[in-house]
């Protein structure tokens, strides 16, 4: 994976080169981004830059034996961490699962969690990162490297370490010579702080409309008014963008103008029909509905302010126009991304979906209420 690989995402990238060049790679970094922002491409992306031979100033060479194991995840002197699920036949530790990992990121380095949980064929259960991998961790980073002279520890979704991840505590304060340290997550309010305060932090913006729309045209073949479309919608979110690209029409609109439909009507008699219905998509598929949601809401607040001028075409922009003229105002559509977004929350951790959706139908209308 080199830089080049990585979509947008220019000034984080140049503020990481500047850093190598000056000789400055702090050891325990954490790298945070909204979904969808590309986070683990561009840890791998800097690993591969720091320990590449022959790097130029602006990428890894992406050629020589260094970068050849980085690229197929076999280089012996990184160690991959990632949640996966407690039963997962004999695996004890994230190297058992390997395999599965390097095929998950040669197919798509860009994959989500859900993606990643699909590939285990769990789905449905919940993601751990256990205490016996955090001891692998220390004790990998302890050895003397095997090739060069650095030892690198990537941890995928940090969010993930419960409270036994205070056991990385010593290692992040004192880390043994010419080791990297790295973190990958999107929800520092689901990290341990601990481990928080002990990094430095590498913040990710959601990826710019330009970048975005060039990459669903270049790797995905979306032509190129439906990839500028797109880009707008899912607002920097490349798995958001690409997931609705592959539908001819967006797959969510329909769904969203029912719900709003049961929610501003207070239908809850429909709601349960409605819930029961999106559910079908799974686990994976009702989380990028919310997501959907979440952009287009935000959408909605932002246009009494900017215009509506240049940001959604066709269906989704009537839609908005529509709903603004409800005048909901800023506080109220902020409390309606809060209840899409906690129901997300609740996906992610295993809660059954058509529960989670009944309860967000009623959430959504106890925020619209007006106080007189
Ligand atoms: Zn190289």
């Known amino acids: 994976m080199r830089f080049e690989d990585v979509i947008g ?14 000789g400055r790679i702090p050891h325990a970094q954490l790298m945070l981004g909204p979904e969808g922002s590309g986070g683990l491409p561009l840890a791998l992306a800097y690993i591969q830059f720091v320990m590449c031979p022959n790097r130029t100033e602006l990428d890894s060479c992406g050629e020589c034996s260094t970068c050849r194991k980085l690229s197929s995840f076999t280089h012996p002197d990184v160690h991959y961490t990632f949640p996966f699920p407690k039963k997962l036949g004999e695996m004890e530790v994230c190297s058992d699962v390997y395999p599965q990992w390097r095929e998950a990121l040669k197919d798509d380095v860009y994959m989500s969690y859900g993606d990643w949980m699909q590939q285990l064929n769990a789905e449905n259960k919940q993601g751990n990162i256990p205490t016996k ?57 689901d990290i341990l702080s601990t481990i928080v305060s002990r990094t430095q932090l590498v913040r ?53 103008r029912q719900w709003m439909t049961i929610v501003f009507k207070r239908k809850m008699g429909d709601a349960f029909a409605w819930s029961d219905d999106l559910s079908s998509l799974g686990r994976e598929g009702v989380k990028l509905f919310l997501l959907y949601g979440i952009q287009v809401l935000r959408t909605c607040a932002v246009v009494p302010y900017s215009g509506s001028d240049g940001l959604w ?19 109220v559509i902020g409390k309606m991304v809060k209840v899409l977004e906690d129901a997300m929350y609740g996906i992610e951790r295993n809660g059954n979906p058509k529960i989670i959706l009944m309860d ?11 106080k007189n």
């Open 313 to 331: 075409e066709g269906p989704e922009q009537d839609f908005v126009n529509k709903f603004n003229t409800l005048q909901l105002g800023y506080e």
């Open 204 to 256: 990710m913006a959601p990826i710019e409309d330009a970048a975005l729309s060039e990459a669903l045209v270049v790797r995905d073949d979306i032509a190129e008014a439906d990839a500028q479309r797109l880009a707008k919608v899912a607002q920097g979110n490349y798995h958001l963008a690409r997931e609705l690209g592959k539908e001819a029409t967006n797959p969510h609109l329909d769904a969203w």
């Open 133 to 189: 991998e955090l001891r692998n961790i220390i004790k990998n980073l302890s050895l003397k490297a095997y090739e060069g002279n650095m030892k690198v520890s990537l941890v995928w979704l940090p969010e993930y370490l419960g409270q036994q991840g205070n056991i990385l505590l010593k290692i992040l304060e004192e880390p043994p010579a010419g080791t990297l340290f790295l973190l990958v997550g999107s929800d520092v309010d």
């Open 9 to 22: 995402q220019d000034q984080v990238k140049a503020r990481l080169r500047h850093g190598v060049a000056v």
């Open 360 to 370: 967000a139908s009623y959430g959504l209308v106890k925020s619209i209420v007006k």
